[in-house]
Antibody
Framework: QLQLQESGPGLVRPSETLSLTCTVS????????WTWVRQSPGKGLEWIGY???????NYNPSLKSRVTISVDRSRNQFFLRLTSVTAADTAIYYC??????????????????WGRGTLVTVSS | DIQLTQSPSFLSASIGDRVTITCRAS??????LAWYQQKPGMAPKLLIY???TLQNGVPSRFSGSGSGTEFSLTISGLQPEDFATYSC?????????FGQGTKLEIK
């Protein structure tokens, strides 16, 4: 079945750039929306944004000025870049697939496949 | 942003119990609500989408209901593997948002 795997540095210094990769295996990255979600220690989940396989993006306004999500279809990978990080960006970062199901009233959306998550700590 | 408030935040129950978790949205989201289960060190697992549609492979003891601003997740006949944290998510408006989570513990 489809698998997603996050990778990247576990430690980033304040003011620097966090960069993560999500590798999709046992399936194609074509079609679907590919998303990033994070979870700060002891807190709830936060949607960061998505990239459609064609390259269009949508970001959480709370992070929009610092976030870039990109995709490399040839490698079945998509990426997260978060600039000017602070301790508040310390979190487990998950990549996930957003799928949809069409019913008579219209499409229903959900995140059906997730990576195991990677902890990124922002500290000097 | 649409705020999702779950209640209770913590729930203690016994094997075999029936439990219900509520998720209230600050504005209507129609049926664009999903429920996830998360265990320590694991990724969230989709249980229900469209407020009431069970994801493939999820046991039928899980059920969801609601529309608009009030939703619920019910587990009928708790099993040992059900003790986890449950979160709701609205997928009606961007930015998508999640509830703060409900931790279900063994009594």
């Amino acid at each position: 079945q489809l698998q997603l795997q996050e990778s990247g540095p576990g430690l980033v210094r304040p003011s620097e750039t966090l960069s993560l990769t999500c590798t999709v295996s046992n399936g194609s990255i074509s079609s679907y929306y590919w998303t990033w979600v994070r979870q700060s220690p002891g807190k709830g989940l936060e949607w960061i944004g998505y990239i459609y396989y064609s390259g269009s993006t949508n970001y959480n306004p709370s992070l929009k000025s610092r976030v870039t999500i990109s995709v490399d279809r040839s490698r079945n990978q998509f990426f997260l870049r978060l600039t000017s990080v602070t301790a508040a960006d310390t979190a487990i970062y998950y990549c996930a697939r957003e799928a949809n199901f069409y019913e008579s009233a219209g499409p229903l959306y959900y995140f059906d496949y997730w990576g195991r998550g990677t902890l990124v700590t922002v500290s000097s | 942003d649409i705020q999702l408030t779950q209640s209770p935040s913590f729930l203690s129950a016994s094997i075999g119990d029936r439990v219900t978790i509520t998720c209230r949205a600050s504005q209507g989201v129609n049926s664009h609500l999903a429920w996830y289960q998360q265990k320590p060190g694991m990724a969230p697992k989709l249980l229900i989408y469209g407020a009431a549609t069970l994801q493939n492979g999820v046991p039928s003891r899980f059920s969801g209901s609601g529309s608009g601003t009030e939703f619920s997740l019910t587990i009928s006949g708790l099993q040992p593997e059900d003790f986890a944290t449950y979160s709701c998510q609205q997928l009606s408006n961007y930015p998508y948002t999640f509830g703060q989570g409900t931790k279900l513990e063994i009594k």
